[in-house]
């Protein structure tokens, strides 16, 4: 069964830093997606960036950019020069064909507070 | 923001009500779903539909019922509401022709007293 893991449940960093969230997934398949949303307090859950499995090259999106291992099934995300509106529950997700239909798999949230 | 639309955004209900949470999406996309998601925790797949008069049950066990007669609306049903139900409820939309990236609403905050 495809499992996604965020190892860390909370983080905490200040405005201007890097911060790197952690995601582990588990599966045998060999095409699917990762992506990582973003939760913001009493908001809408937005996509902050996607992974192809098949592409090499890591995803940017400005400020944000994802380490993926294929090989080690990890796909971390980074945020540089953090700032305040990043603050927000960030889930890891993997979709793939889950019984014979594609489905998004969560992992458990990491709690990202940026302080001023 | 996504154009998918939920109602209510919270709604607080004493036991053993039927009620009727509602979902719509104007991007025309054939695939929609039904998320519960406790506070600060992951989100479950309840419910999910391919298309018109296609529903299927999600991973998490759910006493609710959904229905896809537009492809635009699929609105979520709990006959009979428990306290066990109090929970966030996360409608989402995709389209294959976009990669099957979901969109999601804003979520209806459920508390049954």
């Keep these: 069964a495809q499992t996604v893991t965020q190892s860390q449940p909370e983080m905490s960093v200040q405005e201007a830093e890097t911060v790197t969230l952690s995601c582990t997934y588990d599966t045998s398949e060999s095409n699917y997606y990762l992506f990582w949303y973003k939760q913001p307090p009493s908001r809408q859950m937005i996509l902050v960036i996607r992974q192809e499995a098949y592409k090499q090259q890591n995803a940017t999106e400005n400020r944000f950019s994802v380490n993926f291992q294929k090989a080690a ?42 302080n001023p | 923001e996504a154009d998918i639309y939920q109602t209510p955004r919270y709604l607080v209900i004493g036991t053993g009500k039927k009620i009727t949470l509602e979902c719509s999406q104007t991007m025309g996309h054939d695939k929609m779903y039904w998320y519960q998601q406790d506070p600060g925790m992951e989100l479950h797949l309840i419910h999910y539909s391919y298309g018109v008069n296609s529903t299927e049950k999600g991973d998490l066990s759910s006493e609710s019922t959904v229905s896809r007669i537009r492809t635009e609306h699929f609105p979520l049903t709990l006959e009979s509401a428990r306290p066990s139900h109090t929970s966030q409820y996360l409608c989402a939309s995709s389209h294959r022709r976009q990669g099957d990236e979901q969109y999601f609403g804003p979520g209806t905050r459920l508390t049954v007293t």
């Design chain 1, 73 to 114: 099934k990890s796909f971390s995300l980074k945020i540089s020069d953090s700032q305040l509106g990043d603050t927000a529950m960030y889930f890891c997700a993997f979709m793939g064909r889950i019984q014979g239909a594609q489905k998004l798999v969560f992992g458990q949230g990491t709690r990202l507070t940026i």
